[in-house]
Each structure stands twice: as structure tokens, then as C-alpha cells.
């Protein structure tokens, strides 16, 4: 009997890979680090024609064009090339000039180093302490789920002897282990998708 909480995709994927190893396509409105590419109105310059060069290995057909993750790992770049523009034609990255352009420029320009002079930086979207307090907001949120308070929950991050060095109700950590629930209980209601965009200073 299938479980209510068992999950599942409504896109085609390949039964003997891992969720982490099946690659995920976003819409480019979702991912703002996916490079959308057309067909150039201009005479492309030397060594300006490089969709030849492009990694079609791991590709994806969809309605508004051919979906690649060009690379592996943290210097993949996501790029659809968008309905029109063929393999063998001179390309140009679109931009739509709007709040997200920067995320946009910044993912064209990680798409040049990788063609031009590989590999290309790490995807910054995803910083180090970004992954880092990610991973412990779902391992706050998992502790709370189960019934851990948030004291239990503080000990087991933490460790026993730093969370009885302070009053618990008047606790840092007691605040840091709420505001790690409540972030992670935002996240997976959707605010995951913060993820695929650059950090807004606010």
C-alpha cells in the first residue's frame, strides 16, 4: 500500500537513480541561474559560435525548448536552449531586464568560463554557511516533528553541557533553535524555491 507521504514527481525519471542523482530541470521563471539562449541577430565574432559546444548528455525536450545541464556537480550550469534556436546557430543569452537580471548576468557569465576556459566558479547561490544552517533548520524541523522539544532538540545541536549554561527561557540558543523550526517549516512550504535565486540584501 502506498504510503500519503510517500512522494512522487510529475515528470519522467529514471527508476534506478537516487533522488540525488536524478537530475532536476527548473523552469527558467524558478531557476534564475538558467541561461536561456536564442538565436543571435548579430554576426557572431570569433569563437563567438559556440552551441556546438554545449553538454547535451543530460538534456530535457520541453515546451519552450531543449533543457541542458551543461558540467557536474557545483559547476553545472542550467540552460535551456529556447524553441527555434538550433544546435548549429551562432547564440545569444536573453536577459529579461527586471529585478532578477543580476542572477541572470551572473549565471551568463558562469556559462562563458565554462566554454571559454573551464571549469567555471562554484554556483554561489548556495554558499557554505548558506548549506550549512539549511541543514540544520531540516534537522531542527525533523526533531520538532517527532515530538522533541525545542530543549531536546538545542542538546542534540548543541550539546548538553553548553545548553545548561544559560537559563533556558532566556537562552540565545533557545531563540537560534526556534528561529531554526520556523525557517524550516517555511522552507518546506515552499520557500525551498529561495534557493535557485542570489541572496537579496535587505
Not at 536524478?22 to 521563471?29: A, G, I, L, Q
Not at 533543457?67 to 551562432?90: E, F, K, M, N, Y
Not at 542538546?155 to 540558543?173: N, Q
Request: with cysteine; net charge positive; charged share 25%.
Amino acid at each position: 500500500m502506498r504510503s500519503a507521504c510517500a512522494g512522487g514527481c510529475n515528470f519522467p525519471a529514471r527508476p534506478s537513480r537516487t533522488a540525488l542523482e536524478e537530475p532536476v530541470y527548473w523552469t527558467p521563471e524558478a531557476d534564475l541561474g538558467k541561461v536561456l539562449l536564442t538565436v543571435t541577430p548579430l554576426t557572431a565574432g570569433p569563437g563567438g559560435d559556440l552551441s556546438a559546444a554545449l553538454d547535451e548528455s543530460a538534456s530535457r525536450l520541453a515546451a519552450d525548448g531543449l533543457h541542458l545541464i551543461h558540467g557536474v556537480g557545483p559547476s553545472a550550469v542550467h540552460v535551456v536552449r529556447l524553441t527555434g534556436a538550433a544546435a548549429d546557430q551562432p547564440l545569444a543569452a536573453l536577459v529579461p531586464l527586471d529585478a532578477d537580471a543580476p542572477d541572470r548576468l551572473s549565471a551568463i557569465s558562469r556559462l562563458w568560463r565554462a566554454l571559454h576556459s573551464p571549469p567555471p566558479p562554484a554556483d554561489m547561490r548556495l554558499t557554505p554557511q548558506r548549506r550549512r544552517r539549511l541543514r540544520h533548520m531540516l534537522q531542527a524541523l525533523d526533531g520538532r516533528t517527532f515530538g522533541a522539544t525545542y530543549r531536546d532538540i538545542a542538546e542534540v545541536m548543541f550539546g548538553v553541557p553548553r545548553v545548561a549554561s544559560d537559563p533556558w527561557k532566556t537562552s540565545a540558543l533557545r531563540d537560534t533553535t526556534v528561529r531554526l523550526v520556523r525557517d524550516g517549516l517555511a522552507m518546506v512550504g515552499g520557500g525551498y524555491r529561495d534557493l535557485l535565486r542570489h541572496r537579496r540584501r535587505t
